[in-house]
């Protein structure tokens, strides 16, 4: 896991150990899953990069779209 994602986890779950506010502990859990489905997008994103990078006709600009 990429470290500022995991330190949030981290921290997320210290503060669902001590409180016990339903509604606090409802935005956490919330921030938390947002913590991991970012990191699953990211991981995604990394994927198409490395596949398009191993394309042949990759291009640093593209005159055509270029202003």
Do not use: W
């Not at 330190?7 to 339903?22: E, F, G, H, M, Q």
């Not at 991981?43 to 779209?65: C, D, H, K, S, T």
């Amino acid at each position: 896991m990429i470290a500022p994602e995991q330190k949030a986890r981290v921290t997320y779950d210290n503060i669902l150990r001590l409180s016990d506010d339903p509604d606090v502990n409802d935005a956490i859990k919330f921030l938390r899953e947002r913590e991991i489905v970012h990191f699953q997008r990211f991981g995604e994103g990394l994927q198409l990069l490395r596949e398009r990078l191993n394309q042949n006709n990759v291009y640093f600009m593209n005159p055509a779209i270029d202003l």
